[in-house]
């Protein structure tokens, strides 16, 4: 993952001691800090000794390892028991409500005394005879032998870990020790947190210019079409316990098919791997391929049954995807779909442009805990325009059954009262079924007895979709605000659509793990 080529880079900086380096990682990145620390031992850079002094493992796995003669946490030794591979000090910090079952020894219960007490714990520690496995101490405490080892329990989740204060300092203060640097600042002194939130602020503001930069074009007569808001036919629209059946369907589809479609694609779904190479991506292009099929059976089965029988009372523009006159009205409005498509890009790039210089001047790009919107570079790039179209596609069809097929009487009342009172339901249809998961995922977790998908479903969909779940609730909410917003300004589904389409697919294709680089 390029670990070892950043600690060599980093080793030749004249502003760094390169005997005093240290390595760490987070998840997936404790597996590369594993390996990173495993390939820099005993290697020599310029004539020195570069083994680092120290492994810091956020969330990581322990595997089986032994000592050597002298202490250290070894892969293995030789004759005289004197390993040619070890691990100087490490440092294992563990989310108690980890959804990763790796990274709670494969135990079902959170991270607690049964995990502590366990064999892989007593393993990595190795209490001397009369001691226990303990969290929150340190074992064989030597740093310049390297010997220290401890495993630190925090009260959060996978992904938070990064962002919690303590386990910061506690690292802080390990790579102290161990390389006999003091902090310049007290440990707790910290920042970080301030400038998450003023990046999410940014991030957010981001998102609202562009959508606002769309809303200019409405100026431009030659794309009125696209905003010619939403039609006026109140026989369509839908109350009560009809708006009610729709909605819960749903949300039903969308809890039922999440934990195992998103799994099936993150590495069970035969996917060409040198095409589409976003880890995190294929779960979702999978997901969504699955309820485009579902989507476009529910709307062209009655379709077609209702023209069979010569009641068909249907039209594109009940769908959101033509204008309400005859010229448009039975067909897909193709004009409409291509304007629409040109106002949206031109708010991305106005977007896209402030990522740009954020991260320029700053060197920032906009997230909160998890990587939404940077610059592409070009394999990234390739691959955001090979999950686009279906990203797309899913969107215009989700769009299409929840704010056009399923319109709320109060969708075009005017004033942010009516906004919100549309808004909530239509937040509810696109979100529902992952706020559902998360109540059957993190309600036993809580109580101590295991995360629910591990316990519903099988430890395969536990894991990774289950711990995005914190990041991915809060984007489906903020895309529910756009689209809602959008539809009432346009009365077509492709603007909404094709802007969170294209966000989504660019958080995706430009922040998360990727396969190959090309």
């Avoid at 007593?122 to 496995?133: A, M, S, T």
């Avoid at 030659?222 to 010619?228: I, K, T």
């Avoid at 995807?321 to 040109?342: E, F, I, N, T, V």
Wanted: overall charge neutral; aromatic content about 16%.
């Amino acid at each position: 993952m390029g670990g070892v080529a950043a600690y060599s880079w980093l080793a030749t900086q004249s502003f760094v001691d390169k005997t005093k380096m240290a390595v760490t990682g987070h998840s997936m990145g404790t597996w590369a800090a594993w390996s990173v620390s495993a390939s820099m031992c005993g290697a020599l850079i310029e004539g020195v000794d570069v083994t680092p002094r120290a492994t810091i493992l956020q969330a990581g796995e322990i595997f089986k390892t032994m000592r050597d003669a002298n202490g250290r946490l070894a892969y293995d030794t030789d004759e005289d028991s004197v390993a040619d591979i070890y691990w100087n000090n490490p440092l294992l910090l563990s989310a108690k409500y980890d959804e990763f079952n790796m990274f709670r020894d494969y135990e079902m219960s959170p991270n607690g005394d049964l995990v502590i007490q366990g064999e892989p714990s007593r393993n990595f520690l190795n209490p001397d005879v009369g001691q226990e496995p303990a969290w929150d101490t340190t074992f064989h405490e030597n740093f310049p032998l390297g010997t220290s080892v401890r495993r630190n329990l925090y009260n959060t989740n996978h992904r938070l870990l990064t962002h919690n204060r303590r386990a910061i300092a506690d690292t802080l203060e390990w790579v102290a020790q161990a390389s006999g640097v003091a902090l310049s600042i007290d440990k707790t002194n910290q920042t970080f947190l301030i400038k998450e939130f003023l990046v999410l602020a940014a991030m957010l503001l981001a998102m609202a210019s562009a959508v606002a930069f769309v809303m200019l074009f409405k100026t431009v007569p030659w794309f009125a079409p696209v905003f010619a808001g939403v039609p006026n036919r109140p026989a369509k629209e839908k109350k009560g316990w009809k708006w009610w059946k729709t909605a819960l369907l749903t949300m039903a589809i969308s809890a039922l098919t999440y934990p195992f479609l998103t799994q099936l694609g993150h590495g069970l779904f035969p996917l060409p791997e040198h095409v589409f190479s976003m880890t995190i991506g294929n779960g979702f292009l999978v997901w969504y391929l699955v309820l485009i099929v579902i989507m476009f059976l529910f709307t062209m089965i009655p379709w077609f049954k209702k023209k069979k029988k010569g009641t068909l009372d249907t039209d594109f523009v009940d769908l959101g995807m033509a204008r309400d006159d005859d010229a448009h009205k039975h067909m897909l409005d193709w004009a409409l779909l291509g304007k629409s498509a040109l106002v949206v890009f031109s708010g991305i790039l106005w977007m896209y442009f402030q990522v740009m210089l954020s991260q320029t001047i700053f060197q920032l790009d906009f997230r909160f805990i998890w990587p939404f919107f940077k610059m592409f570079n070009g394999s990234r790039f390739l691959q955001f325009l090979v999950y686009l179209p279906f990203f797309a596609l899913f969107f215009i069809l989700n769009n299409s059954k929840i704010f056009a097929s399923n319109r709320l009487p109060e969708t075009n009342a005017p004033g942010i009262k009516a906004f919100f009172r549309v808004w909530w339901k239509y937040a509810l249809c696109m979100a529902g079924g992952i706020l559902i998961i998360i109540l059957l995922e993190y309600i036993p977790f809580f109580a101590q007895i295991g995360p629910g998908a591990d316990l519903l479903f099988g430890t395969t969909f536990g894991g990774p979709f289950m711990s995005l779940l914190i990041v991915f609730a809060p984007q489906i909410l903020v895309f529910s605000l756009i689209c809602t917003y959008c539809y009432r300004k346009t009365g077509n589904v492709f603007v909404g659509a094709l802007l969170v389409a294209i966000m989504a697919c660019w958080i995706i294709t430009g922040g998360s793990a990727m396969m190959y680089s090309f």
